[in-house]
């Protein structure tokens, strides 16, 4: 049987301050887990998130380090509208986010908008423009 994708895992700084952030991006996660080394939440078709402490993963992985440029891995939240992108982002910013990229509209036809978690991470925000 092929492998398939269940978890998204999320390796965070400070557990507290990162299930507020995804909290204001619809994710239901559990009251009092801020000082829990793993969260996880379960998504629409079984698809998990999971967030870990950097100790955590340095308790199996002593050798783990936080990549220093760049990523390799953003997740992409789809808003309702554009108007939403714009205020997405700026709710975002209130809860720790980190601007990258202002909303725009991209040639592609729609509002984009890059926030960075608290842990650095990126978070795209989009929704299809009107048809013109």
Known sequence: ??????????VVADMARALD????LGFDLPDG?????HVEVALDGGLKVA????DTIRSFDPSWVRPEKGHGLALAF???????????FGLLLTVGGAAHLEPWDAFWGMRYAVVHDPD?????????????
């Not at 049987?1 to 999320?10: D, G, K, Q, R, S």
């Not at 952030?21 to 204001?24: A, D, K, P, S």
């Not at 789809?78 to 997405?88: G, I, L, N």
Request: glycine share 4%; aromatic share 8%; charged share 20%.
């Open 78 to 88: 789809a808003c309702d509208d554009p108007a939403d992108v714009d205020a997405t």
């Open 120 to 132: 650095g991470n990126p978070v795209d925000l989009f929704a299809s423009l009107p048809a013109s």
């Open 51 to 54: 967030f870990d402490t950097e």
């Open 21 to 24: 952030f995804y909290r204001h």
């Open 1 to 10: 049987m092929p492998a398939h994708l269940a978890t998204i895992e999320i």
């Open 33 to 37: 887990a801020a000082g829990e080394p």
